[in-house]
């Protein structure tokens, strides 16, 4: 397993081992011990959730605040994304910084998104299935967003306005500094 630490401290790019013969491929999706030795730091993922969306749905950018914040182990078991998270942690150098990366079913790749991140993705292909771990339990009135476009963050999220697909929930979320965190 390759780990990177992108420029956002505490966030991280996963790459696993395949292992590919005539038969197709192999990989580890996840270990405890080995994940917890490559980032440094002890997490305990206690929901596992799973999405499938057509081409242009763009879920994010959300979070839940407080006690209840959660942490997210990230892949695409198949299709495409282009996954992002969005540093808002108060006292952050990084504050209001993003990083965007593209997860497949193709390249196996994670993101581990740490508490006091935003979190979305734009799916880049029909029947695209992502699948997250969190280390906390939903909680509805913990949950935050702020808006896709928010030019504060100057996210691009690879597909042109017109091909975006939102939730209701979604299209009414607001720039962040209209919200303390």
Request: glycine fraction near 6%; proline fraction near 2%; charged fraction near 30%.
């Amino acid at each position: 397993m390759k780990v990177t630490e992108t420029h956002l401290k505490g966030c991280f790019v996963i790459e696993p081992t395949v292992f590919k013969d005539e038969r197709g491929t192999f990989f580890e999706v996840f270990n405890q011990k080995v994940f917890e030795k490559k980032i440094g730091l002890k997490v305990n993922f206690v929901q596992d959730n799973q999405s499938i969306s057509q081409k242009g749905v763009l879920r994010g950018l959300h979070m839940q605040k407080g006690q209840f914040a959660q942490a997210k182990l990230v892949r695409v078991i198949q299709g495409r994304v282009l996954d992002v998270a969005v540093d808002v942690r108060k006292d952050s150098p990084t504050f209001g910084q993003h990083f965007s990366v593209e997860l497949s079913g193709d390249n196996n790749k994670q993101l581990f998104v740490p508490r006091g991140f935003l979190h979305g993705f734009a799916t880049l292909e029909d029947n695209t299935i992502v699948s997250y771990k969190c280390d906390n339990y939903y909680h509805k009135e913990s949950e935050y967003g702020v808006i896709y476009n928010d030019p504060n963050f100057n996210i691009d999220w690879m597909l042109k306005k017109e091909e975006i697909f939102l939730s209701e929930k979604d299209k009414d979320l607001k720039k962040i500094h209209k919200f303390k965190i």
